[in-house]
């Protein structure tokens, strides 16, 4: 009979001790925290930042398709500011997507952060749960639980109390399986945040960019009303003086490489030691740092939209006045003309295999025609901003101009050449 009673206690000390273990492990499970409900209010905050993102970049669209076609069509100068004013608003637009951009990343991080500290607080809770569930079961498994399962009087009994043990342990197994599952999660979080990070800091890199590019404009509308004192007249005759400008220049150039061609060939008929020539064998690399984008201006090769009223044989790059221009290839300096004033300045480098590269409207000039340069030597600062120097007879703001031509002066496509990126907007 006191055999029998010591049975019955083990019995349920060991359901006591299951229930007690489950529950314990269920409470993991089904414990809220109020800073997850915080986390939701974040993502409703991101939510209501992109529908104004969305909203904001449709307008930016509309914009970019009007500016396209009001940019085919400037041939007066009241076109050419109105043309102007819709890239000040098309920047002023772009700022404020940038800015609503910056302020969703900023609240991603705090959720980020916010679900990092509550997967780390929740791992711990589950490694101090489960460690204090082992060390239980650990002290009763000899006295106890193997005790009872042993001196079990019937199969109906041994059923009963290895049913709770089974569910012990998969209670176990099914939480030990959940932190794994959190540690994988934890990580891919502070992944996520360091690349939202990143994203944070290019974010309002690009920003700066932006205001720099609308004063730009700013300026350019200014320069441009006063160069042309708000004439027409005036307006057409800058038009035209840069038309001829850009010819003389190409032609200048062409004459140049060609003389120096003819000179070679002389002396090597003559046996007499010629200049040291260098020919570029590498192909070509953008010729600025932070990589080729087409200008917001317009610019791109033969860009119809280009509406200066001649043919735009090369690309326009945006450029912040004052940066630094390399050498797309190795070659020797053709011309380096600094004007010395708003006149345009100009570099072409012939890279001796039948190609040659010009860089136009150059604040600042480091070579000197005969140089030999390799690829990406800086050769001078980009400028373009109307009226400073280098910037040539009538432009519409920073950039760089990048032309590739053959030794006849014929203009080559540098999309075939360079990784180009579309305008920003």
């Given at each position: 009979?006191?055999?029998?009673?010591?049975?019955?206690?083990?019995?349920?000390?060991?359901?006591?001790?299951?229930?007690?273990?489950?529950?314990?492990?269920?409470?993991?499970?089904?414990?809220?925290?109020?800073?997850?409900?915080?986390?939701?209010?974040?993502?409703?905050?991101?939510?209501?930042?992109?529908?104004?993102?969305?909203?904001?970049?449709?307008?930016?669209?509309?914009?970019?398709?009007?500016?396209?076609?009001?940019?085919?069509?400037?041939?007066?100068?009241?076109?050419?500011?109105?043309?102007?004013?819709?890239?000040?608003?098309?920047?002023?637009?772009?700022?404020?997507?940038?800015?609503?951009?910056?302020?969703?990343?900023?609240?991603?991080?705090?959720?980020?952060?916010?679900?990092?500290?509550?997967?780390?607080?929740?791992?711990?809770?589950?490694?101090?749960?489960?460690?204090?569930v082992i060390k239980g079961l650990y002290k009763e498994k000899d006295t106890s639980i193997l005790?009872?399962?042993?001196?079990?009087?019937?199969?109906?009994?041994?059923?009963?109390?290895?049913?709770?043990?089974?569910?012990?342990?998969?209670?176990?197994?099914?939480?030990?399986?959940?932190?794994?599952?959190?540690?994988?999660?934890?990580?891919?979080?502070?992944?996520?945040?360091?690349?939202?990070?990143?994203?944070?800091?290019?974010?309002?890199?690009?920003?700066?960019?932006?205001?720099?590019?609308?004063?730009?404009?700013?300026?350019?509308?200014?320069?441009?009303?006063?160069?042309?004192?708000?004439?027409?007249?005036?307006?057409?005759?800058?038009?035209?003086?840069?038309?001829?400008?850009?010819?003389?220049?190409?032609?200048?150039?062409?004459?140049?490489?060609?003389?120096?061609?003819?000179?070679?060939?002389?002396?090597?008929?003559?046996?007499?030691?010629?200049?040291?020539?260098?020919?570029?064998?590498?192909?070509?690399?953008?010729?600025?740092?932070?990589?080729?984008?087409?200008?917001?201006?317009?610019?791109?090769?033969?860009?119809?939209?280009?509406?200066?009223?001649?043919?735009?044989?090369?690309?326009?790059?945006?450029?912040?006045?004052?940066?630094?221009?390399?050498?797309?290839?190795?070659?020797?300096?053709?011309?380096?003309?600094?004007?010395?004033?708003?006149?345009?300045?100009?570099?072409?480098?012939?890279?001796?295999?039948?190609?040659?590269?010009?860089?136009?409207?150059?604040?600042?000039?480091?070579?000197?025609?005969?140089?030999?340069?390799?690829?990406?030597?800086?050769?001078?600062?980009?400028?373009?901003?109307?009226?400073?120097?280098?910037?040539?007879i009538f432009t519409t703001g920073a950039h760089l101009h990048f032309e590739i031509n053959d030794?006849?002066?014929?203009?080559?496509?540098?999309?075939?050449?360079?990784?180009?990126?579309?305008?920003?907007?």
């Amino acid at each position: 009979m006191k055999k029998l009673k010591n049975k019955m206690r083990l019995l349920r000390r060991v359901t006591a001790k299951g229930i007690m273990v489950i529950f314990a492990l269920s409470l993991i499970v089904a414990n809220v925290n109020p800073k997850l409900v915080m986390a939701d209010e974040l993502s409703d905050q991101i939510n209501s930042k992109k529908q104004e993102i969305s909203a904001v970049n449709k307008r930016i669209t509309e914009l970019k398709n009007q500016l396209s076609q009001t940019q085919k069509e400037i041939s007066s100068l009241n076109a050419q500011l109105a043309s102007i004013d819709s890239r000040i608003e098309l920047v002023q637009l772009q700022i404020q997507a940038t800015q609503m951009e910056i302020e969703k990343n900023t609240v991603e991080i705090e959720k980020t952060e916010l679900e990092i500290e509550e997967k780390e607080k929740e791992i711990a809770r589950q490694k101090e749960l489960i460690n204090n569930v082992i060390k239980g079961l650990y002290k009763e498994k000899d006295t106890s639980i193997l005790a009872v399962i042993i001196g079990s009087s019937s199969f109906s009994e041994m059923i009963t109390r290895t049913e709770y043990l089974t569910r012990i342990r998969t209670s176990l197994k099914e939480n030990m399986n959940k932190m794994e599952i959190l540690k994988k999660e934890l990580e891919d979080k502070k992944e996520e945040l360091d690349k939202t990070k990143q994203s944070l800091e290019d974010l309002k890199k690009q920003k700066e960019e932006e205001e720099v590019t609308l004063e730009d404009q700013k300026y350019a509308k200014a320069k441009i009303i006063e160069m042309t004192r708000g004439q027409e007249s005036e307006y057409q005759s800058k038009l035209a003086q840069a038309n001829a400008e850009e010819q003389s220049i190409n032609a200048e150039i062409t004459r140049l490489v060609q003389e120096q061609a003819r000179r070679k060939r002389a002396e090597t008929v003559e046996g007499r030691p010629g200049r040291e020539t260098v020919v570029n064998t590498g192909g070509f690399i953008c010729p600025l740092a932070g990589g080729c984008r087409v200008s917001i201006t317009g610019g791109d090769f033969m860009d119809p939209a280009y509406g200066m009223g001649f043919p735009h044989t090369g690309v326009d790059f945006a450029a912040g006045q004052g940066t630094p221009v390399m050498a797309a290839g190795a070659g020797t300096i053709v011309i380096a003309r600094d004007s010395g004033g708003p006149g345009l300045s100009y570099i072409a480098i012939d890279h001796g295999n039948g190609l040659i590269t010009k860089y136009l409207h150059m604040s600042a000039i480091y070579v000197s025609s005969g140089d030999i340069v390799n690829a990406g030597e800086v050769i001078g600062l980009s400028g373009g901003a109307p009226g400073t120097r280098g910037a040539g007879i009538f432009t519409t703001g920073a950039h760089l101009h990048f032309e590739i031509n053959d030794y006849n002066g014929n203009a080559i496509n540098p999309h075939g050449y360079l990784k180009i990126a579309p305008p920003l907007y």
